[in-house]
C-alpha cells in the first residue's frame, strides 16, 4: 500500500537499530507476527507473516 493515508510503524533506535534488526526479532505465532523488543514489549501485526513483513520495509521508520 502507498500513498498519504497508508499506515507505517515507527520504532525507536533504543529498541531497533535497523529493519533488519525488527525482522530478526519478528516470529510467526498463529497467523500472525509478533516482535519482541529487548525490554519486553511486543508488538503484534494481526494477518501478516513474517515473509510478508520482510517486503514491508518502506512501512517502517526506525528512530533516535
Known sequence: MSGPTHDTISLP??????FAAVLAAA???GGN???AAS???TL???NV????????AADFTVHG
Do not use: P
Open 13 to 18: 533506535t533504543s529498541d531497533f537499530a535497523s
Open 27 to 29: 516470529r510467526d505465532v
Open 33 to 35: 507476527t509478533v516482535i
Open 39 to 41: 525490554s519486553g514489549d
Open 44 to 46: 503484534t501485526l494481526d
Open 49 to 56: 507473516t513474517t515473509t510478508a513483513l520482510a517486503g514491508a
